[in-house]
């Protein structure tokens, strides 16, 4: 199916100024989802939008007895947040990414920053998990260093970041994947935590990632329990 059977739903009328577009797409560790979930409540962000398509399956959310379209779009004229309470299917992730790189283009979007996380076998060794970013041109990585962030220099990528990263090229609108080493099978705030202090730093905003960091502890101690 294309893009068109795929609508991105205006709630609320904002007037957009050259906004930073981030998205949190549940992925590897859901670090990304737990990141823009905790961004949207630190910055008590209103919906503005949701996705609405006949290639998710029937599911709604409800929250303090609202109802709400599984994905959602939250933010101002400055800042928009893309996120997610179920995984993607593989039919959704092609029109979704497409659908939004137009819209974002049309906002007049300077900046698409793309958080997930990377899994990797050592991770309850890790207390403090490593944050590289991915770009869309070379001319990000002089500023990502003054943010003592690694751009990956070789290897592969794959998932709904690595969709939005071609999208965004091939649209030309700038785009960045900030990448967290992270848990493959439970969930990681502290690796969402560290995407956030990245984000932080690039946008010059003040997340607090302290209740992050304290549920990462309580899930690490639980991991090791299972293993």
């Known amino acids: 199916m294309s893009e068109e059977v795929l609508e991105i739903v205006m709630k609320k009328d904002v007037k957009f100024n050259e906004p930073v577009a981030i998205e949190g797409f549940p992925d ?21 939008a949701y996705i609405e398509t006949p ?11 609202e109802l709400l379209h599984p994905i959602r779009v939250y933010g101002n004229e400055r800042l928009i947040v893309f996120t997610s309470e179920i995984a993607l299917p593989l039919t959704v992730l092609n029109p979704l990414v497409k659908k939004v790189v137009e819209w974002l283009k049309s906002l007049n979007t300077k900046l698409l920053i793309a958080l997930t996380g990377i899994p990797v076998e050592n991770r ?15 001319d990000y990585a002089e500023m990502l260093s003054k943010h003592r962030i ?4 070789e290897g592969f990528i794959s998932g709904i970041y690595a969709l939005f990263l071609k999208e965004c090229l091939k649209a030309g609108l700038p785009a960045i994947a900030l990448v967290a080493q992270s848990f493959l099978k439970y969930p990681d705030p502290g690796a969402a ?6 984000l932080n730093s690039i946008l010059s905003l003040n997340v607090d990632v302290k209740p992050l960091l304290e549920n990462a502890e309580e899930i690490r101690l639980k991991a090791r329990d299972l293993l």
Do not use: D, F, R, W
Not at 193 to 198: F, I, K, Q, R
């Open 55 to 65: 290639l998710l399956p029937p599911i709604m959310v409800v929250h303090n007895g």
């Open 124 to 138: 309850l060794e890790i207390e403090k998990p490593e944050v590289y970013a991915v770009v869309s041109k070379k």
């Open 28 to 48: 590897v560790g859901l670090a990304g989802a737990i990141a823009s979930t905790h961004l949207i409540e630190s910055l008590s962000l209103e919906e503005i």
């Open 150 to 153: 690694e751009v990956l220099q």
């Open 193 to 198: 935590a560290e995407l956030l202090t990245s």
